[in-house]
C-alpha cells in the first residue's frame, strides 16, 4: 500500500467547496437546507454537475436522477468500482451529512491525477438523489433505484396534500418509467465494490478519541403509522373519567415508543417525530389522532420482538382510554452487514495511512444498503463534533475530513487492485 501515503487532500480545496455548496440552500428555513424535489436542491446539483467535471470526470444524470461521474479506468471491460453519498438534506439539516462523501470521493480524483495514478477499473462517483427520508417515509430514492427495490407501489404513494411521488419525480424533470428502468441498466454495467465515506452523525468516534469508523452493518428501519379513534365531546362538559381522549392515547404510545428504545441491549432506538389530532379545537375533546415513529436496530432479533411488544402495549393503553387503534407498519430498509473484505481493506488503509480506527454499527442508514444489493460494499465514517447531526450543528473538522479522504483514497486503490468477484 506505499502509494497511498502520497496522496494528501488539500484540506483548503475542500473546504472552499463545502463553503459553496453550503450556500446553495433554502434562505426560508434554518440550517443548510437542500431537500430532495426542491429548488435549492435543483441548484445544487448544476454545481455539483460542475465540479464533477471540474474533477475531470465525465458526467451524466441517469434515469433515476442520479448524477453519475466517471473516471475511465484502464480496462473498460472491468467491473466498476463505486462510490458516492448524497447532497440533498433534512429540513433544518447540516453541512456534511452526505457530502463528506461527494466532496471527498472528488478530492480523491483530483490527487489521483496530480499524483498521475490511474486505476485499472473505471471509478463511478454518484451523488445519488434524495436520500434523507421524505413525505412518503421512503429513504434513498435514488440508490434504490439502482438497486431495483423502488417499486411501482412507492411511485403511487401519496403525501399529505394528496401529491404522489410519481407527480413529484415529473415536477423535477424526471420520467417515473424511467426511474424503474434503471435498475436494470444499472446492473448490467457490472461493479466490483462500493464504498461511501460519511460522517458518523453519533458519538462513539469522538467519544473514544478514533479517527475513523469501519462500518459492521447498518441498522433496520421499521415505520409505524398509528391512527388512533376515539370519540369528540365538549372539552367543558365531558366528566374525565367520561372521554375517549385520541390524543391522550396517542401520547401514551409516544411514551410506549420510547420505553422501547430504551430497553435495546444493543443498537437500537425509538423515536415518535410527529402526532396529529382533530378536530384540533381548543373546546373539543379529541376525536381522532395520529403519530408517526419508527425503530432501528442492527439487532433483527431484537426488533421483531419490540415492533411486537410495542404493538401490543400502544392496543393495551388506547383500550384503558376507550379508544381503538390501527397500526400501519413499513420497513424503509432491512439490516446490511458490510462485506468482509471490504472492510478488511479499510482496516488496512487506516494502518496504512497511520490513523486509528475502530469497528463500528451504523443507525443511520445509507445508500450503502441499496449498493449492496449490487456489490460488496463497505463505509468509512470519520467524526462529528458532539454527535450531532441532522441539524445546523452539525460539525467535522476540516483534518478529520482530511484523514476521511486520504483513508478513502487509499480504500479504493487497493480495491481496485482486488480480483473480480467470482461469477
Ligand atoms: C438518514 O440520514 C437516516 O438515517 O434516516
Ligand atoms: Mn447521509
Ligand atoms: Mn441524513
Do not use: K
Amino acid at each position: 500500500m506505499a502509494d497511498f501515503a502520497v496522496l494528501d487532500p488539500v484540506t483548503e480545496r475542500v473546504r472552499q467547496d463545502f463553503a459553496a455548496l453550503a450556500e446553495i440552500r433554502d434562505p426560508d428555513t434554518d440550517g443548510w437546507t437542500r431537500t430532495v424535489f426542491s429548488e435549492p436542491y435543483r441548484a445544487s446539483r448544476d454545481w455539483v454537475r460542475r465540479r464533477m467535471a471540474d474533477a475531470g470526470l465525465t458526467v451524466h444524470a441517469d434515469g433515476a436522477g442520479n448524477l453519475v461521474g466517471v473516471l475511465p479506468g484502464r480496462d473498460p471491460a472491468a467491473p466498476a468500482l463505486v462510490t458516492g453519498s448524497h447532497t440533498d438534506t433534512v429540513a433544518a439539516g447540516g453541512r456534511f451529512d452526505g457530502v463528506v462523501g461527494v466532496l471527498g470521493s472528488l478530492e480523491v480524483v483530483r490527487q489521483l491525477a496530480e499524483h498521475d495514478l490511474r486505476l485499472d477499473r473505471d471509478l463511478l462517483v454518484i451523488d445519488f438523489l434524495g436520500e434523507e427520508s421524505n413525505d412518503y417515509g421512503l429513504s434513498c430514492l435514488g440508490s434504490r433505484s439502482l438497486a431495483g427495490e423502488l417499486t411501482a407501489e412507492h411511485l403511487d404513494r401519496r403525501d399529505l396534500h394528496g401529491v404522489s411521488l410519481a407527480e413529484r419525480y415529473r415536477g423535477f424533470g424526471l420520467d417515473p418509467s424511467e426511474v424503474l428502468a434503471s435498475a436494470g441498466r444499472f446492473a448490467r454495467r457490472g461493479l466490483h465494490r462500493y464504498v461511501e465515506l460519511h460522517i458518523e452523525q453519533g458519538p462513539v468516534l469522538e467519544d473514544r478519541g478514533v479517527s475513523i469508523g469501519v462500518v459492521t452493518a447498518i441498522a433496520a428501519i421499521r415505520r409505524l403509522v398509528a391512527s388512533f379513534a376515539g370519540r369528540p365531546d365538549h372539552a367543558g362538559t365531558r366528566p374525565m373519567g367520561d372521554r375517549a381522549d385520541a390524543l391522550v392515547a396517542a401520547a401514551e404510545a409516544v411514551l410506549a415508543v420510547r420505553q422501547e428504545g430504551c430497553g435495546a441491549p444493543v443498537h437500537g432506538v425509538a423515536t415518535t417525530s410527529r402526532i396529529e389530532s382533530e378536530p384540533g379545537s381548543p373546546n373539543v375533546v379529541p376525536g381522532l389522532a395520529r403519530m408517526y415513529a419508527e425503530m432501528r436496530s442492527v439487532d433483527d432479533g431484537w426488533l421483531t420482538e419490540a415492533q411486537r411488544r410495542l404493538a401490543a402495549e400502544i392496543g393495551h393503553r388506547a383500550a384503558d382510554h376507550g379508544v381503538t387503534v390501527d397500526l400501519t407498519w413499513s420497513s424503509d430498509n432491512e439490516r446490511v452487514s458490510a462485506s468482509p473484505d471490504v472492510h478488511e481493506v479499510i482496516g488496512r488503509a487506516a494502518d496504512a495511512v497511520g490513523v486509528s480506527w475502530e469497528p463500528v454499527p451504523s443507525g443511520a442508514t445509507h445508500d450503502a444498503v441499496h449498493l449492496a444489493r449490487l456489490c460488496p460494499m463497505g463505509m468509512i465514517f470519520v467524526p462529528s463534533r458532539g454527535g450531532r447531526s441532522h441539524c445546523p450543528d452539525e460539525w467535522t473538522d476540516p483534518a478529520d475530513i482530511a484523514i476521511g479522504i486520504r483513508v478513502h483514497a487509499a480504500t479504493l486503490l487497493e480495491l481496485d487492485r482486488l480480483p473480480d468477484r467470482a461469477a
